[in-house]
DNA sequence: GCGACAG
DNA sequence: ATCTTGTCGC
């Protein structure tokens, strides 16, 4: 599949940041509500230096089989601070979905989306550079404040932030930590939990992802 | 064995 | 984020 580039590529902190804040403006907030084919993005760390392999995995939304898997190797393309965390796997990750021969209909990123100190994480970037409807999901809380939901499989809060709602922690799984769910584009907040749930029957995260980590980490 | 959790 | 060790449990 065709993705956009990201051009120049900031070098600065400033730069990076005013990327940010230019293309947040581009975030659309509703969307699709079913999807077919749905892909799951996960950056995978090795070796002492800034090594990294990037995977997608696509999976058919019904039945979970997968349909097509694409990994590329490269270098964080940028360096770690906190907030501009995209920018280290953004080039890996565009890499790796053009080698996808087919076009998902929803992209599931291992981070954040709206929920982000600038309201644009990872899910954003990759939704608005695709053009795709894209929702994050992070492992631990990273912005905001909200209460811990339920102990049942699908209890959710609402994290806010500034006193906008940004996201849901969500628990997918009883008796598992939840999941930090937020829109990264052309998608709602209820569809993105609504898919990150139906997503993850049987394990904390969305099966999509949890596969592209498997392959990130062992890939061929 | 794999997954959750500790720190 | 990474690595390593160990416990518990399906």
């Not at 509703?30 to 749905?38: C, I, M, N, R, Y």
Request: with cysteine; aromatic share 6%; proline share 9%.
């Amino acid at each position: 599949m065709q993705v956009e580039q990201l051009h120049p590529w900031p070098s600065t902190v400033a730069e990076a940041e005013a990327i940010q804040d230019r293309l947040r403006g581009h975030v659309e907030l509703t969307g699709p509500d079913t999807f077919a084919l749905v892909a799951g993005l996960d950056v995978h760390y090795h070796g002492p230096g800034d090594d990294l392999t990037a995977a997608v995995v696509v999976m058919d939304a019904a039945t979970l089989a997968v349909v097509e898997q694409v990994v590329a190797h490269g270098k964080a393309a940028f360096p770690y601070v906190p907030g501009l965390f995209a920018f280290r796997e953004l080039p890996a990750l565009v890499e790796a979905l053009e080698q996808l021969t087919v076009t998902p209909d929803l992209l599931v990123c291992d981070g954040y989306g709206l929920a982000h100190p600038r309201g644009f994480g990872l899910a954003c970037h990759v939704g608005v550079l695709t053009g795709l409807p894209a929702l994050g999901v992070g492992k631990t809380p990273f912005v905001g404040r909200h209460e811990p939901p339920g102990a049942e499989r699908g209890a959710w809060t609402p994290i806010t932030h500034d006193g906008a709602t940004v996201g849901r922690a969500l628990r997918t799984q009883r008796g598992v930590k939840p999941v930090y769910v937020s829109q990264g584009h052309r998608i709602t907040l209820d569809t993105a939990t609504d898919q990150v749930l139906r997503l993850a029957p049987r394990y904390r995260l969305p099966e999509p992802v949890r596969r592209a980590d498997h392959l990130a980490r062992h890939p061929g």
